[in-house]
């Protein structure tokens, strides 16, 4: 079955979708109580429950690193609700910086015991959002809509506390149980983002909505309406930019939403501005000083780079997979036996070790030059590899290369994908045969 780009990034659309739904309207809970980087720590804090579910052998994105991210979310929205004070010494941003920090570290420490560490925190950090599954779209949609739900009954409350404050504690509100109750949502729809969407996209999603539609108007409904219209937008645009550039979603869509913001910015800068011209001159020297600094930096590395001898010892198979796929050809043939020898060596980094990303990357660069013994590489290695989110990865480049979708699931045994293998397995024949 051919894959179409809407079959490839359909799922990944929608979960954007969803996560700017919630996201648009917390953040604005967010913005106004002042508590910017909330989001941030307790993503982060939720980061840790998978983190030391992890270091019990509790595989991402299973029933049990949910219950471990969902338990230290509640950890968290607990220190939240009761580190705000009505007259306050330490500003609550202060504490939430610090729960940031610490929650950060401690992963570090934890992840630094468990095997394939790195590339653990990669996925905390940029999550996986183009390889997830419908029903967890449809399982996060019927979460964030009883989440909403909860906040529409309870939007009177939730609103004086985020608006006025002060207000709420003369009308005698029980600002920090609201507040509890607050966090604990927040934390609920933190576990599922995390999960698909990392640390990084979570944040983007809460906050740059909100503080845009907070530019535009001070109108809620009308806040709601900028937040949502801009996610979708930027989502479309970003994931798609992602798939035609083969960029990591995530990363890419954060990178995009930064440059909608500061568009919509200037562009306000300059319709606010008493003088147009005097606003667009400063940009445009703001933009020049911005490329030339970006050249100065490009003369300084090309400097160093010319004057300096740099030595690298004990090159990781990671690197050497790297360089050597620089030099092989596009074509599928060998050139000389250079190139004979570095495809050996590339070919003997896929096959050896218990590092399985770095036998991935090596795979990957056999496959730019000879494409049928890169994806038996990666077939093999499908079958040897037990971390499920590195099996993702590599089922994910072989549908890519092939244009087809097997039905295997990352996070299943090879006894419960054996179906989906055997298809991998008939496709690789039949390519085999038709190359022929």
């Not at 609920?188 to 983002?193: A, L, P």
């Not at 979708?232 to 954060?254: C, F, H, K, Q």
């Not at 020297?285 to 300084?300: A, D």
């Amino acid at each position: 079955m051919h894959l179409s780009i809407w079959d490839i990034m359909a799922p990944a659309f929608f979960e954007c979708l969803i996560l700017v739904g919630i996201h648009s309207y917390l953040g604005l809970h967010v913005i106004k109580r002042k508590v910017i980087f909330v989001d941030l720590a307790l993503a982060q804090v939720a980061a840790l429950g998978t983190t030391v579910g992890f270091l019990f052998g509790i595989m991402p994105g299973t029933t049990g690193a949910y219950w471990f991210s969902l338990g230290f979310a509640m950890i968290g929205a607990a220190i939240f609700s009761l580190s705000r004070f009505r007259n306050e010494k330490i500003p609550q941003e202060a504490v939430i910086g610090l729960v940031y920090a610490l929650a950060a570290a401690i992963s570090i420490l934890v992840i630094d015991k468990a095997p394939h560490g790195a590339e653990h925190i990669k996925e905390l950090l940029t999550g996986s959002i183009l390889w997830v599954k419908w029903t967890t779209i449809l399982h996060a949609a019927i979460v964030y809509a009883a989440v909403g739900l909860f906040h529409f009954i309870f939007r009177d409350k939730f609103l004086l506390i985020s608006n006025h404050p002060e207000k709420a504690y003369e009308q005698g509100v029980s600002v920090r149980f609201w507040d509890f109750l607050f966090y604990v949502t927040f934390g609920i729809v933190i576990t599922h983002s995390v999960g698909t969407a990392g640390v990084l996209l979570v944040f983007v999603f809460l906050v740059v909505p909100a503080i845009t539609s907070i530019m535009i108007t001070d109108v809620l409904w009308k806040q709601l309406v900028i937040g949502w219209s801009m996610g979708l937008i930027v989502s479309v645009a970003g994931l798609y930019i992602s798939y035609v550039a083969d960029l990591p979603s995530g990363p890419t869509v954060v990178a995009f939403y930064g440059a909608v913001l500061l568009i919509v910015a200037l562009t306000l800068y300059v319709i606010k501005s008493p003088s147009k011209i005097k606003a667009l001159i400063r940009i445009a020297v703001g933009i020049l000083v911005t490329i030339l600094v970006f050249f100065f930096f490009e003369f300084m590395g090309a400097y160093f780079k010319k004057h300096q001898a740099l030595h690298h010892h004990g090159t990781s198979a990671v690197s050497q997979a790297a360089s050597l796929s620089h030099d092989l050809p596009a074509t599928g043939h060998s050139a000389g036996k250079a190139i004979d020898r570095k495809l050996d060596s590339l070919m003997q980094a896929a096959t050896r070790g218990d590092d399985y990303s770095a036998r991935l990357d090596a795979a990957r660069a056999v496959t730019k030059s000879d494409s049928r013994t890169g994806l038996k590489l990666m077939i093999r290695l499908l079958k040897e590899c037990p971390y499920p989110f590195v099996r993702e990865q590599i089922i994910t480049e072989i549908e890519k290369y092939s244009h087809n979708r097997f039905g295997y699931n990352s996070a299943l045994s090879a006894k419960e994908n054996a179906a989906a293998l055997q298809k991998l397995q008939d496709w690789y024949k039949k390519k085999i045969t038709k190359d022929k």
